[in-house]
């Protein structure tokens, strides 16, 4: 059964600087791995979306790797900003076509 | 494009009742639909998986008799959230796919059964 866990489960960070969101998941036979923010209170926005045969998607200041064999993940943004300040899931698609999502990581960029 | 809508965005309902949910494709036709619940700073939990005029699929552990899905069209699913009780408030969110293509969700509806 495939498992996706995100870490840090929160993070806090001053204004400008880097954020590194990590999440891997446990069976690395998937079709894509997609990152996604979440408002408080709404519906997920879709971020990045990486097939398995990427190595990585940017978007803007935002760039994911996906590292299939080693079952990793990791979502860079660049300069953060306090509108920044959401909670990240990655989330695979595997066999059955269903997306198995991580736990998530509240971020808050403080200004 | 790909916009999914819930409706309501939120509801209260007392202990016992039924509410209903709905989630509708509007531009697009959606083969497949699915349904997630989401408890407080958790992530989001697959519920069951709707195809365009078949039963859905539920996963394990989620009572098929207490969430009733329908996916009548091709642009609505609905939820129906049978005598509901407290443990049943939580974060309700559907979301809609095109073949194998990438998922799209909707905005999520807030159901809190006092």
């Known amino acids: 059964k495939q498992e996706v866990t995100q870490i840090p489960a929160a993070l806090s960070v001053p204004e400008g600087e880097n954020l590194v969101l990590n999440c891997s998941f446990t069976d690395s036979a998937i079709y894509n791995l997609q990152w996604f923010r979440q408002d408080p209170g709404k519906g997920l926005t879709s971020l990045l979306l990486?097939?398995?045969?990427?190595r990585e998607q940017t978007s803007g200041r935002l760039n994911a790797s996906l590292d299939k064999s080693s079952g990793r993940s990791t979502l860079y943004i660049a300069a953060s900003q306090p509108g920044d300040s959401a909670t990240y899931l990655c989330?695979?698609?595997?066999?059955?076509?269903?997306?198995?999502f991580g736990g998530g990581t509240r971020v808050l960029v403080k200004p | 494009g790909a916009v999914v809508s819930q409706h309501p965005s939120w509801v209260i309902c007392k202990s016992g009742t039924s509410v209903k949910i709905e989630c509708r494709s509007l531009?697009?036709?959606?083969?497949?639909m699915f349904w997630y619940r989401q408890f407080p700073k958790q992530s989001l939990m697959l519920m069951a998986t709707s195809n365009e005029g078949s039963k859905a699929t539920y996963e394990q552990g989620v009572e098929k008799d207490k969430f009733l899905i329908n996916h009548a069209s091709l642009t609505l699913s609905t939820l129906t959230v049978t005598s509901a009780h407290p443990e049943d408030s939580s974060f309700y969110i559907c979301?809609?796919?095109?073949?194998?293509?990438?998922?799209?969700f909707g905005p999520g509806t807030r159901l809190t059964v006092t």
């Open positions: 989330a695979v698609k595997a066999a059955g076509n269903k997306l198995t």
């Open positions: 531009d697009f036709q959606a083969t497949t």
């Open positions: 979301s809609a796919r095109v073949g194998g293509r990438e998922q799209y």
């Open positions: 990486i097939q398995s045969s990427q």
